[in-house]
Every structure is written in structure tokens, then in C-alpha cells.
């Protein structure tokens, strides 16, 4: 009951800021919780939250906001890392949702040899989907994982944020924190299906997460096989997660090239 309530404030004090209408927004929260809670079937209570607040997180229905729909991890993403919105409303319950979601990538009580690795395009694809199965499985390259994101140019030039992190010569110079959960995909072509939704103004930039076979890392949880939306095998990592910049390479064409040409691979800074 905690997190479906933090569910309906959340949505409620975010579209009164966008001006929608009370009963379209009522609908979505009834509908929204409705999938999440749907097939849970039998388990704890600690399962239940995890099962629903991934189902959550992962619906891929939006709410028309604005000219676009926007879905729920967006919203609370907002929510999260922007400080516009930090009445008490918005706040109280995104911080149980939030602790919900990070206490189900906090695999601090497993070992990491049971969980999900990208074990790169030899490796077997039943850990990505088959409930029980861990281990290294399928993935475009070997521990690394995709996200495809927008930046301004000014951050990625000479100078930029992420040039002067990607030239540090310390490696602790390297580093930075997320603000907010950051999504990434073990298939590079689900990470490339986000291009379309990157606004004009932004640079395309695909992120490639390389991953430690070694250490590997605590805090991450793979989604797909609790997922509402198959097939885009998402690792997921909590905010303030910390990232080492190992570099930033211009996109191969540039815009007159491209001309009026989808975004592809080609276009995008990667990082």
C-alpha cells in the first residue's frame, strides 16, 4: 500500500506543475498500478515490492503531458534529480519509491556470481530471460552494457564536462556521480531505439558501461526477467552511482552528411 500511495503522489503533485486534468491522470495512476500489480502470483512481502516497483519502473505506457507521453520512470526521474520540484509532496514519495527500487538493485545480500553479466555474443541466452538462471549471458560485447542519451554539445567539446573527465590522468580525476538511476541495455540495438526520442537540440551520445569482470559491482540489477516491457534487457543502476570516464569520441558523420537521415550509430558521440 506504501508505494502504491507513493505511486499516486508522485503523479498527482507532478501534472498539477504540467496543468493536466485531475480525472486523466487519475486514470493512468489506476491503470499504471493496476498492470504493475498484475501476475505477481504468490510471494513475500519483500517480493511483492520488488516485483511491483519493476513493473513500475519498466511500464512503457505514458501520460500524455505536453504534447508527448511521457512514462513513469521519466516522471520520477524528474522528480528525482530536479531541484524545481522539491516540495515536500513530490519529495516524501519519491523517496519511498526510490528506496524501494534501490533496495531491489542492492544485491548486497547475494553473491555476485548470481546475478546477470553481459557475457558478451557467445555467451547463452536463458540467464536473460529464464527466472532462477544467472551467470553471464548473451549480450553485444563481453561486460559491457548501452545507453543512448542526449547531451549539449558544449559538455562533450573541448573544455566540456565530460572531455576534461575523459583526459584526466588520475583515475580518481576520472570519476563523477549520476544524479538519477541510469538505464543501460545488454543490446546495443535497444539502446540505439531511444534515438528517436532525442530532442534536436541535444547531441546524440551512446554510453558504453564497461564493467570490471573482477570487482564487477554491487549495485546494479538487471530488470528483464521482472520486467513490463520484454525484450529491452535493462540494467539498471541507483543514483549516485560513480562512473570513471574512460574517454569521448566525436560521431563519424556529421550533420551535413547526415542531411535529412534518422540519427543512426554514426552520429553519435560515444563515451
Known amino acids: 500500500p506504501d508505494v502504491q500511495s507513493a505511486t499516486r503522489s508522485v503523479l498527482t503533485h507532478w501534472s498539477r506543475g504540467k496543468a493536466l486534468l485531475e480525472e ?35 511500464d512503457d505506457v505514458g501520460l500524455a503531458a505536453q504534447g508527448r507521453q511521457v512514462e513513469f520512470c521519466s516522471i520520477l526521474q524528474e522528480v528525482v ?19 524501494a527500487l534501490n533496495a531491489h538493485l542492492s544485491q548486497r545480500h547475494r553473491p555476485l556470481d548470481e546475478l546477470v553479466w553481459p557475457g558478451g555474443p557467445t555467451a547463452p541466452e536463458r540467464p536473460l530471460r529464464v527466472p532462477g538462471m544467472s551467470g553471464e549471458a548473451r549480450s553485444t560485447e563481453a561486460w ?13 567539446t573541448e573544455g566540456g564536462f565530460y572531455d ?19 538505464a543501460s541495455s545488454f543490446m546495443i540495438d535497444v539502446a540505439l531505439g531511444f534515438l528517436a526520442r532525442i530532442p534536436a537540440h541535444l547531441e546524440a551520445v ?10 564487477r559491482c554491487l549495485r546494479v540489477g538487471y530488470l528483464e526477467k521482472m520486467t513490463s516491457c520484454r525484450g529491452e534487457h535493462e540494467h539498471l543502476y541507483p543514483p549516485f552511482s560513480v562512473f570513471s570516464v574512460g574517454g569521448v569520441a566525436r560521431p563519424r558523420r556529421d550533420a551535413a552528411a547526415r542531411g535529412s537521415a534518422p540519427l543512426g550509430l554514426q552520429d553519435c558521440w560515444v563515451v
Open 164 to 182: 576534461q573527465l575523459g583526459k584526466a590522468v588520475a583515475i580518481d580525476d576520472r570519476r563523477f556521480r549520476t544524479k538519477q538511476f541510469l
Open 24 to 58: 486523466v491522470v487519475d486514470q493512468y495512476v489506476d491503470s499504471l498500478i493496476q498492470r504493475s500489480l498484475a501476475s505477481q502470483g504468490p510471494q513475500d512481502a519483500t517480493g511483492s515490492v520488488s516485483n511491483f516497483i519493476v513493473k513500475l519502473w519498466t
Open 81 to 99: 534529480r530536479c531541484d524545481s520540484l522539491g516540495e515536500q509532496g513530490h519529495l516524501s514519495s519519491a523517496v519511498i519509491l526510490s528506496r
Open 206 to 215: 551512446l554510453l558504453k558501461v564497461r564493467i570490471d569482470r573482477d570487482s
Open 144 to 156: 559491457t552494457t548501452f545507453r543512448i542519451t542526449g547531451m549539449p554539445r558544449d559538455e562533450l
